[in-house]
């Protein structure tokens, strides 16, 4: 068990000494007019913001039933990650439904309870908060710091952004103040308020970590980094700047433990604003849908597609059908701005494209085949797209072009690839492995052109570069991998 052990006496003098040194350095830089050290010397005023935001800040607690499967690897898993209900505890309740009554049904249904965090945006009673944290829930009691208690009812939530909207029926309430649009620094003081493990109004203090961060995912926030301690429970709590503004709504963590690690997410706010805005108008979200796969670059990619600098988003999957085709956006192009706001990662476009109106005619200026075009775009409305999984094969080594061994599909494998000509990846040589091929890969493209025959593999081939990128297809998806040439 940790002990505590007295600092040795030297040491506290020796500390002592230092702290009244620095005393009187600062007092006589201060004295002197020296900036930086006035603005160390004003610290923020964080007893005075949490003292304001704290009344605004609910604690949510939810019940209802979830559908579970109760056979095969599911059993035990809910069928989203909102993390209100443990798995092991679902897992031990079925096996021992199962030893008293028998057999189980292929589905059922388990009570779900959870807990989160809110803040008031309205004084009649209008809480912004996660959408996961209200996810599956029958009841919603929403709890105030003066302890009154109402239900709640949830007037819309959105999956794609994780924002939901909730409405009780009060008056009078105290207001959070939003942050108007405007760029957040990297190092900025930040708050967050919230019910971490059910402890109602704790706040914790950090600085923002990044502004634009993409996550795996659908990529429609680009959220906020902060090393402000989050945990379970402050989902959908506020992210608070020294300005007494909210700036974000907590939403994610990064965890081996399931606990704090210093990398803590919130949504922006002006992301949760816009959500906000069409539930109170139409009850409903929509996103706009421009119908591609985009990947990030790298310096091999860069060099593959004569780009000066990795950025931008690396179109690897356009949908038949969609407002990409349809505006004329083709495989291996790079998007490098939106309606002349800049892509530098493929999480800017998804966030940028996420956030349009459906309907919304949009300009892209994309890089293809060494030069810049500018292509018109209506988007779609969003849909959900079903995840697939990916098969790994054995590769074996070959000498084939680009270290491929490369065949055409026969008749009865028409159906593995999109495209009705193309070649089967029958073995990798150590170094396309290591970039990344697998055998079995279908390869459609090199560095933007599409290759379906032998002869087309081998002319590519022989073209001079430092690099090539290989568009594969696995499974039902498709991307870029940069190869690297000896």
């Not at 709890?143 to 709640?152: G, H, P, Q, V, Y």
């Not at 697939?388 to 070959?398: D, L």
């Amino acid at each position: 068990m940790p002990s505590l052990t007295p600092i040795p006496r030297h040491t506290k003098l020796t500390h002592v000494l230092m702290v009244a040194a620095l005393l009187a350095t600062c007092s006589l830089a201060e004295a002197a007019g020296d900036p930086m050290v006035a603005r160390a010397a004003a610290l923020p005023d964080m007893v005075g913001v949490a003292a304001q935001f704290a009344p605004s800040v609910v604690n949510i607690s939810v019940s209802g039933t979830r559908r579970i499967a109760t056979r095969g690897a599911a059993a035990g898993e809910a069928d989203d990650d909102s993390g209100s209900q443990d798995p092991d505890a679902v897992r031990d309740f079925l096996q021992s439904f199962q030893h008293r009554f028998g057999g189980l049904p292929p589905q059922m249904d388990m009570p779900v309870k959870g807990e989160g965090s809110g803040f008031i945006v309205r004084s009649d009673g209008l809480i912004l908060t996660n959408a996961h944290v209200v996810s599956d829930a029958d009841e919603v009691v929403v709890k105030l710091t003066d302890r009154r208690e109402f239900r709640a009812k949830v007037l819309g939530s959105d999956k794609r952004t994780d924002i939901a909207l909730l409405k009780i029926d009060a008056s009078d309430l105290p207001t959070v103040s939003l942050a108007p649009p405007q760029a957040l620094r990297v190092g900025e003081w930040v708050l967050a308020i919230g019910s971490p493990f059910g402890f109602e109004s704790t706040v914790t203090a950090g600085v923002i970590s990044a502004t634009r961060r993409s996550l795996p995912g659908d990529g429609s926030v680009a959220f906020i980094q902060t090393d402000a301690a989050i945990n379970p429970g402050n989902s959908g709590g506020p992210l608070i700047n020294m300005r007494g503004e909210v700036v974000g709504i907590n939403s994610q963590i990064y965890s081996r433990s399931g606990g704090y690690q210093g990398l803590s997410f919130a949504i922006p706010i002006d992301v949760a604003q816009r959500v906000e805005q069409q539930i109170l108008s139409t009850g409903q979200v929509h996103h706009g849908k421009l119908g591609i796969g985009v990947q990030e670059m790298d310096q091999t990619l860069a060099e593959s597609f004569k780009l000066d600098r990795p950025a931008g988003a690396l179109v690897d999957d356009v949908d038949p059908g969609s407002a990409a085709e349809r505006a004329g956006l083709q495989l291996g192009d790079v998007v490098l701005s939106v309606n002349a706001q800049s892509v530098d990662l493929a999480g800017d476009l998804s966030a940028i494209v996420g956030f349009a109106q459906v309907g919304d005619q949009i300009e892209l200026k994309v890089w293809r085949h060494g030069a810049l075009h500018t292509l018109q775009a209506r988007l779609d409305d969003a849909k959900p797209k079903q995840p697939s999984t990916n098969g790994e094969v054995r590769s074996t080594a070959t000498d084939g072009p680009f270290g491929l061994a490369l065949r055409q599909l026969k008749p009865d494998e028409s159906g593995l690839a999109h495209s009705t000509t193309a070649l089967l990846i029958d073995g990798v040589s150590p170094t396309a492995e290591r970039a990344g091929v697998l055998s079995g890969d279908i390869l459609l493209a090199v560095n933007g052109d599409a290759v379906s025959t032998l002869v087309q593999a081998r002319v590519a081939a022989l073209k001079p570069g430092k690099s090539v990128a290989l568009l594969i297809q696995r499974g039902q998806s498709k991307l870029y991998i940069p190869l690297r040439l000896l």
